[in-house]
């Protein structure tokens, strides 16, 4: 996964003013702060609803309603596991509970070294490959303990 | 130079496609091989991934499940040539899964590299929009209303009725908007088209512009398929290159261009309204109906909204003609559904076929039953919103009319197949939890209906007035089912109460340590 950069609110406004010719931008512009900081910074909603013509309100609405918007940095490294039907038929709520207990781990939040942090998913569409995972953008199947266990060795290594 | 195909499809990569391809040219360059690696989608014969194929004098010979620690053996074994390895599957097309099935909207999926425009158009792609450009825009529309094409993301409208509709409101402008936010656990068509045949779904949506006189088209593909993103991406970019999307699109008077969206992991923002408020950069709240889509839609503007299968089947049904595609198929459910058999199943994959099997046909014959080696138990169908289905019922028909009448749906084709093991009262918790987190909140009976229902489920499981709560979670169901703005709500209840029926004695084994005091 890339380094994610600190805030900077002059290259916030680029980005804005970058989606600005697009029909509905305001998607686009806050999956593009997403991917440039690692986050949606609280500064960068006032700067996104002036920009719109929209009440910071609204804004703060948007970028809330949506799971995939971060209000706080993730750590270096994002598991997500699913937990939708298809991996529960194949065990994965034990598979999610042992590992999470093993590792002292929590669904969304960050191991006390930033290496790591695991999220949950309703389906990735890997159904026929339950239970299946997304680890930083990368897609497993068939996930055991073992492939879990080596993702978190990978993720404290890098 | 010998072909050598490795699905780039997300659920190959899944299972180390990506290294098994790296590995198989090294070794080809170490021994002095000429081979092109073509990554293509996926056959949908998705427990054998990564699947291999090498294209042979005698046509495609498979290699299943291959890992990269098997690459050096299958050279051994001179698989270029066809050779015998453990892991061979044979000729693909004579492999049973294989044979039984339909092709239509998957017909190049697996087969093709999803972004060669000349494999394309050797495969028929093109000719659809080059015979709907033929014909007038309401001819068009015509054409899809005879094919009785319904919308495949579960609702069943009418999809000709749709774009009449469309077509023939008023407006200074209109939109195509596809819904790729292929939500629902069990459910991978969406994924596996726009990987393996992105070209289709763009064509199918210029044919559906040109058909209601819409210039614009926008795909919102859901965040939790980031490689789709990038296949899609690379393939409209192709297109427009190529002069099939801009102004005068392949030559012609008609101007069309397509955007890709991507969604930030709401499930409800599959449902069309809350779709194009997102779409709009609103929260994906839902709209109250009327207004339809069709009438006012994406930014108030008249917007054809149809899911990625129905728009992909488009450019087929217009290539082959409309009759072609209404022969297929059962009653009023015509034409084919790409099934999709996943979860505890052995077999799990996508298997296009006519409407008309029974869901024993499916479960059993195509998927093989459980992967466990256990009994099967339940089948949802449907996805989150939909019905467990038990054993005893597996003689019904899939098409839409058989399943609604008994209280179940079809939706987007998804299969979830559960072994003897699973609990039932948990499914129905899960339904209601999951209804919880992805309510939008507009409306009562699901906003505070799904909290209510895990909290009544929790009661039952505690022993705490069996009877009365199991009374009461039924009641609630109902409240959700009639009183919810949209499907989220109102079919929530669908995997709750069938669990209550098919499987009581999952609810009431809690009554009885009270009884016994």
């Known amino acids: 996964m890339p380094e994610a950069a600190a805030f900077d609110a002059a290259r916030a406004q680029e980005i804005i003013d970058a989606h600005l010719g697009l029909e509905g931008p305001a998607m686009p512009i806050l999956h593009a702060i997403q991917d440039e900081f690692g ?38 490294h994002v598991l997500k596991l699913c937990r939708a039907e298809s991996c529960q038929s194949m065990g994965s709520e034990k598979l999610a509970k042992d590992f999470l207990e093993r590792h002292k781990l929590d669904w969304h939040h960050t191991s006390p070294d930033g290496s790591l942090t695991v999220e949950a998913v309703y389906c ?12 930083d953008g990368e897609p497993v199947g068939l996930v055991d303990g073992e492939k879990l266990d080596a993702i978190v060795a990978e993720a404290k290594a890098q | 130079m010998t072909k050598v195909f490795v699905p780039l499809d997300m659920a ?62 299958l050279f051994d074994a001179n698989f270029l040539a066809g050779g015998q390895h453990k892991l061979g599957v044979g000729k693909v097309e004579d492999h049973p899964y294989w044979k039984r099935q339909n ?21 028929g792609g093109g000719l659809g929009l080059a015979k709907a450009f033929a014909m007038s825009p309401a001819e068009c529309v015509a054409e899809v209303t005879k094919s009785g094409l319904r919308g495949r993301g579960g609702a069943g409208f009418p999809t000709g009725i749709k774009w009449k509709t469309v077509a023939d409101t008023p407006a200074d402008r209109r ?68 002069g099939w999307l801009g102004p005068k699109v392949r030559g012609s008077d008609f101007s069309f261009d397509v955007e890709l969206r991507i969604g930030a992991g709401a499930y409800v923002c599959g449902e069309e309204t809350s779709l194009l408020e997102s779409l709009e950069g609103k929260r994906g709240i839902v709209r109250a109906k009327p207004p339809f889509p069709a009438i006012a839609g994406l930014f108030d503007r008249p917007t054809v909204v149809n899911n990625v299968l129905s728009i992909a089947t488009i450019p087929m049904i217009f290539e082959y003609g409309a009759q072609h595609y209404a022969d297929c198929g059962v009653g009023r459910s015509r ?16 298997c296009e076929v006519n409407f008309g099997l029974t869901l024993g046909e499916i479960v059993n014959d195509i998927g093989g039953g459980a992967k466990s080696g256990r009994p099967v138990r339940a089948v949802q169908c449907g996805g989150p919103l939909g019905a467990y289905v038990p054993v005893k019922d597996f003689d019904m028909v899939f098409d839409y009319e058989a399943f609604a009448k008994r209280d179940a749906l079809i939706g987007h084709g998804g299969l979830v197949v559960f072994d003897d093991t699973v609990d039932m009262l948990q499914m129905a918790r899960f339904g209601m939890e999951f209804c919880a987190i992805e309510s939008c909140g507009k409306c009562t009976p ?72």
């Open chain 1, 39 to 76: 986050y949606v910074p609280e500064a960068v909603v006032p700067q996104i609803a002036q920009a719109l013509n929209i009440s910071r309100a609204e804004m703060h609405g948007v970028v809330t309603f949506y799971h995939d918007f971060r209000r706080h940095p993730a750590g270096r």
């Open chain 1, 124 to 135: 990735l569409g890997l159904c026929a490959h339950s239970p299946s995972a997304l680890y």
């Open chain 2, 12 to 73: 190959a990569k899944a299972l180390g496609a990506d290294k098994v391809a790296a590995a198989i040219a090294k070794e080809a360059s170490a021994r002095g091989f000429d081979i092109e690696i073509v990554r293509n989608g996926s056959r949908g014969l998705l427990w054998l991934e990564p699947l291999v194929e090498v294209e042979t004098a005698n046509g495609r010979v498979g290699f299943g499940n291959v890992k990269a620690s098997d690459v050096a053996s």
């Open chain 2, 103 to 123: 092709r239509i909207t998957f017909k190049r999926c697996g087969i093709t590299d999803p972004l060669s425009l000349s494999d394309y158009e050797a495969h």
């Open chain 2, 175 to 242: 939109y195509v908007v596809v819904n790729a936010d292929e939500g629902d656990s069990g459910t991978f068509a969406d994924r596996m088209i726009m990987e393996g045949d992105p070209f289709a779904l763009i064509e199918g949506m210029t044919i559906a512009g040109y058909a209601v006189n819409a210039s614009k088209g926008y795909v919102y593909l859901r965040s939790e398929y980031p490689q789709t993103a990038q296949v899609f991406g690379k393939a409209i970019e192709i297109l427009r290159a190529a």
């Open chain 2, 335 to 350: 034409g084919t559904m790409p099934l999709q058999i996943a979860g505890n199943v052995r077999y799990g994959g996508l």
């Open chain 2, 446 to 517: 699901c906003r505070i209906g799904s909290t209510r229902g895990v909290e009544t489920i929790d009661k039952i499981r505690n022993g705490e007035n069996v009877e009365a709560n199991i009374a009461l979670l039924s009641d609630l169901c109902e409240t959700m089912k009639w009183g919810s703005l949209c499907a989220l709500g109102g079919f929530a209840p669908y995997p709750v109460l069938s669990a209550l029926r098919h499987y009581p004695e999952d609810f009431r084994k809690y009554s009885l340590p009270a009884a016994a005091e």
